[in-house]
């Protein structure tokens, strides 16, 4: 049961313009929420993460919104640069003694120049 | 600080052997979690050590296996090699168990297993 899910494998954009990556989860109990980037060859890296107590949070040209009546999550990136191009994962953890990240499929980001 | 070291980087085995990859996570963390990465299945969780103690585990057969030692490396086993066991798996250390105030992982580079 996949309970992170990025049902787009793929997006492509443009150079400057916005990238928008969407992420759905079904578990009410998750209330934290982290966003990371893989490029070949490489681990994941944190990005930029959201508690379920908010409805956004910025950093930089990075935004997660978080809608918990919808059970969705989106990460905009503004303005996309081609250094962006990476597999984005979304992730998700609920509290308590047996905590866990969650992670989606991921979404492979292309920025055209 | 040193970073997550994952070692070998990259090995190559044939399906019935058993392989040993192995964790340091950052200094001065205690918590160690798996994953496994393919490419249709994203990044899936194996387990989480903290302390020595395995702490969570996720839906993977007995072949699957991991400990922790008192320096808090890592290392993790599978036996009896599959095909379908190809795959990047993902070392993340955290100072603390994870939810207990700390929910940011930091990865390694991983170790790519191919099984011919």
């Known amino acids: 049961d996949q309970q992170v899910k990025q049902n787009s494998p793929s997006l492509s954009v443009q150079e400057g313009r916005i990238s928008i990556l969407n992420c759905d989860y079904t578990?009410?109990?998750?209330?934290?929420f982290l966003w990371y980037k893989k490029y070949p060859a490489e681990g994941p890296t944190f990005l930029i993460s959201i508690s379920s107590i908010k409805d956004k949070n910025e950093d930089g040209r990075f935004t997660v919104f978080l809608n918990k009546s919808a059970k969705h999550l989106s990460l905009h990136i503004v303005p996309s640069q081609p250094g962006d191009s990476a597999v984005y994962f979304c992730?998700?953890?609920?509290?308590?003694?047996?905590?866990?990240?969650?992670f989606g499929k991921g979404i492979t980001l292309s920025v055209r120049p | 600080k040193a970073g997550v070291t994952q070692t070998p980087r990259y090995l190559i085995k044939t399906r019935g052997q058993q392989v040993t990859l192995s964790c340091s996570p950052i200094s001065g963390h205690r918590s160690v979690s798996w994953y496994q990465q393919t490419p249709g299945q994203g990044l899936q969780f194996l387990f989480e050590y903290f302390s020595e103690t395995q702490r969570n585990k996720g839906n993977f057969p007995g072949r699957f296996s991991g400990r922790q030692f008192s320096n808090s490396r890592s290392e993790m086993n599978v036996s009896t090699l599959e095909l379908g066991d190809s795959a990047l798996y993902l070392c993340a250390s955290i100072p603390l168990a994870i939810g207990s105030g700390a929910n940011v992982l930091t990865f390694g580079a991983g170790s790519r297993l191919t099984v011919l």
């Open positions: 992730a998700a953890m609920g509290n308590g003694a047996n905590s866990k990240l969650t």
């Open positions: 578990n009410s109990m998750f209330d934290y």
